[in-house]
């Protein structure tokens, strides 16, 4: 018997559907010549900053850097402090401790697996110099909060938007709300180059002024440098497939809409089975459609042998990996990252991913939900 393969997230169909645009993008560069720090990479930044609503963009080498760079570019460093997600992917921690500054883990809202504003302001003290929030699996943070607890204790707000490529908040893009943001455009993103890219963006002047050089050695005429910089560019050749894939966003992103629709009212009132909790004022763009089941491990088996593809995003909290040992932090201290941990799974999605594939993987965990109750 053949049986169905679903994969977590279809990587090919993307260039069969854009193959004219990227085929033209990639010839574009090639006949310029020109491949690092061009026409491509500044029509990028104005089209991604017009589709955000922010005043700048600047194109950098991944996600991780533009979050390292923000900070730098902020003066954050040695001595100060920076709160995080305690349930996040570890990039946004490591970005942290490359400042020099000390990642100070908060616990999410169970519901929504963000940043929870209830639990911020007992994490400040005098050393705290901004608040870290991810826009957790493509849902927004509660930003609004975040940014009046910021207000008052002059804090800057640094959103890691590498999940959430167009996702809204109260009408608002992800990115555009607090002082600056850190987007990565790594293959598996929503919007995803054909290998690592970033951006940072902000509307403070100040700021993208100092970004342009720290990404650049330090230096805004070519051999005169101000500051001890790094090397991270965005690429021409990114830009320009990244430009090629701007267009198409939201109607991708509505795609994996349908999809997690779909997956709601199959799923729904299932035993075991916790669905996302999406607040009124979110508009999501499913970059990770999460289930919590408490017999996780055994549902992920029950999936594989059924042909269904899925991960675990993620299944070690920071403050648990040997990474951060050093920080000396014991199991049991932030129990809902560690709770998601343990019990999270990551369902196949994506804007290429067909209906009968989902009838089939929901089906599949009506099985497991009804024989394991
Ligand atoms: C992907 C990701 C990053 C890092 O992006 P890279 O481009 O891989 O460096 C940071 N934070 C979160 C939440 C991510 O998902």
């Known amino acids: 018997m053949n049986q169905r393969k679903v994969p977590f997230l279809d990587m090919k169909s993307p260039y069969q559907e854009l193959k004219a645009e ?42 991780l850097e533009a979050l390292h760079l923000i900070l730098r570019g902020y003066g954050i460093g040695e001595g100060d402090e920076v709160i995080v997600p305690s349930n996040t992917y570890i990039a946004t921690w490591l970005a942290v401790s490359y400042s020099g500054a000390r990642p100070v883990p908060v616990e999410p809202d169970p519901r929504t697996y963000n940043l929870d504003p209830l639990r911020v302001e007992a994490a400040i003290t005098s050393r705290t110099k901004a608040i870290l929030p991810v826009h957790l699996y493509g849902q927004p943070a509660d930003m609004d909060p975040l940014l009046e607890i910021a207000g008052r204790h002059n804090l800057k707000v640094i959103e890691d938007a590498a ?18 943001s850190g987007f990565s455009f790594y293959p598996g993103k929503n919007l995803g180059a054909l290998g690592d890219a970033g951006a940072v963006l902000t509307d403070d002047d100040e700021l993208a002024e100092k970004i342009r050089m720290l990404r650049n050695y330090g230096s805004k005429v070519k051999y005169y440098n101000e500051y001890k910089g790094y090397n991270s ?8 497939f990244l430009r090629a894939k701007l267009p198409t966003l939201e109607e991708w992103n509505q795609r994996r809409v349908k999809i997690a629709e779909y997956y709601v009212e199959r799923l729904s009132g299932l035993p075991g089975l916790t ?3 999406v607040p009124e004022w979110a508009e999501p763009i499913w970059h990770i459609f999460t289930v919590l ?40 201290t932030f129990p809902i990252a560690e709770r998601i941990a343990a019990s999270e799974l990551s369902l196949p999605m994506g804007p290429h991913m067909s209906f009968e594939d989902a009838e089939y993987v929901a089906n599949a965990i009506r099985r497991f939900a009804e024989e394991t109750k």
């Open 22 to 63: 990227l085929d033209a993008a990639y010839q574009r560069v090639m006949e310029s010549g020109w491949y690092i720090l061009g026409e491509e990479v500044k029509s990028f930044e104005r089209e991604f900053a017009a589709y955000c609503g922010a005043r700048h963009c600047l194109g950098v080498g991944n996600g």
């Open 293 to 332: 089941h408490p017999r996780r491990d055994e549902l992920q088996k029950y999936l594989a042998s059924q042909g269904v593809d899925t991960l675990i995003h993620y299944p070690i909290p920071p403050h648990l990996s040997d990474a951060y040992r050093d920080m000396g932090i014991p199991q049991g």
């Open 163 to 180: 999940q959430a490529q167009g996702a809204r908040y109260k009408g608002r893009f992800a990115g555009a709300l607090g002082h600056a």
């Open 233 to 240: 560019r965005l690429d021409e050749l990114h830009a320009a």
């Open 275 to 277: 669905l996302p909790h």
